[in-house]
Structures are given as C-alpha cells and as structure tokens.
C-alpha cells in the first residue's frame, strides 16, 4: 500500500498564480486533512473532510479551497497565491472512530510563492 | 485559548542515554494524545498514543507518561539512536468522532551525538 500520496512534491509560483495540491489514500480511510507546516508554528489545520461529501474550516483556512471529490481524494486550491502561503503543505488522512484516531500523513508538498 | 506547546525548543543526547521529551497542554478537556515523529524531508510519522484513562503506555523503547492534574505529557525514548534524531510533536484531541481534530504543538528537534 502506497498510503498517503501527495502530488507534487515542489511547486513554485509566482504571486497570483493558482494552483492545486492533490492528495490521494489507499487505505479506506474516511477522514482527510490538509495542514501547513512553517518554522516554529508546528502543524496547523487548513481544511478537513470528517467524510465523503463533507468539508469543514481548520485554523488556517483564509485563502484555501478543498475539494472532496471522493472517498480516497481531497485536494487543496490556492486560488491567487501569496508569497505567506509559502510552506510545506501536508495531506493527512484517519479511519476514524474509537481507537482509530491515528493520522496517516504524505510526505509533504514544498511551495514557494515569489 | 487551547494550545499545546513544548518547553524546549531543542534536545541534544548522547548516543545511548535516556532521551525525556515534554509538552505541556492546557486544554483539561484533552482526552486523547498522540506523539510524532518527523525526519527531515518525510510527514510526520506516528509514534505511539494514549488516552486519558492512562497515566502511562510503552512502546518499544519509547514510553509515553501523561499527567492530568498539571496537564502535562512526556516522552521518554530509551538508549537513544542516531536514528533518533528528528523533530518531535505532542498532539492532542478531545474525543474520536468524525469531527475531532488534533492540535499539534510547535515541535522539538532531538539531536543525537555519537
């Protein structure tokens, strides 16, 4: 099993630009989230999917779209990037339910807005 | 607000001594904690997790103590390895359901000295 694969790894834009990072899981897992990872902030919650058909606001959701397009995908947009969205995007993804709340994470995607 | 943190920003180890890992949380409503492991390049990889109920887990190598009446969790990592070395994050949540969602704290970088 692949796990959680994130495409693509790098991407760099210029301000204004839009872009969309996809996000893909192969092990039936319900929930998906995407975070941004930036030094000394940890990890913080942009948008999550609790199920298929459903997205909900993390803490960080001002200039991000989500798309939950089916059970194993959810994809993120900048619609006009902002040199402050530069960071390392990750994409998690949680069976759910009792005693199932372990994240699954991707390896990160790397994006430089100029 | 609620905020998970760590007290250090940075742990430096001897090869083959005991590493001690600690995050303060501040939400009492916390019932469910996980620790992270992240290498440099790679998402951050489960660790091991415990719950409210306990006040201590093992894993292989690695113990995880909980300590409710202050708020507070550590990770203790036995006869640390090269392979150690990484950035370490406490996570917590309040609850399984579909909606829950982990905080993260800002992480902490343990280097292992050979």
């Known amino acids: 099993n692949a796990g959680v694969t994130q495409t693509p790894k790098f991407q760099v834009l210029k301000t204004g630009q839009s872009m969309t990072l996809q996000c893909a899981q192969d092990m039936n897992h319900n929930s998906m989230y995407w975070y941004r990872q930036d030094p000394g902030m940890g990890l913080r919650l942009i948008y999550y999917?609790?199920?298929?058909?459903?997205?909900d606001k993390g803490e960080v959701p001002n200039g991000y779209n989500v798309s939950r397009l089916n059970k194993r995908e959810f994809s993120l947009r900048l619609e006009s990037a902002a040199p402050s969205q530069t960071s390392v995007y990750f994409c998690?993804?949680?069976?759910?339910?009792?005693?199932?709340?372990?994240?699954?994470f991707g390896a990160g995607s790397r994006l430089t807005v100029l | 607000g609620e905020s998970v943190g760590l007290h250090l920003p940075t742990l430096s180890v001897q090869e083959g001594d005991n590493s001690i890992i600690n995050c303060a949380y501040s939400n009492s409503a916390s019932d469910y904690f996980i620790w992270y492991k992240q290498e440099s390049g790679k998402g951050p990889q489960f660790i091991i997790d415990?719950?409210?109920?306990?006040d201590k887990r093992q894993g292989q190598r690695v113990t995880v103590l909980l300590n409710k009446t202050v708020k507070h969790l550590s990770l203790q990592i036995a006869a640390t390895q090269p392979g150690d070395s990484a950035v370490y994050f406490c996570a917590e949540t309040g609850g399984t359901g579909a909606n829950s969602k982990l905080t993260f704290g800002k992480g902490i970088t343990l280097s292992v000295r050979p």
């Open positions: 999917s609790a199920s298929e058909g459903t997205t």
């Open positions: 415990i719950r409210s109920n306990m």
């Open positions: 998690a993804s949680r069976k759910g339910g009792s005693g199932a709340n372990v994240l699954t």
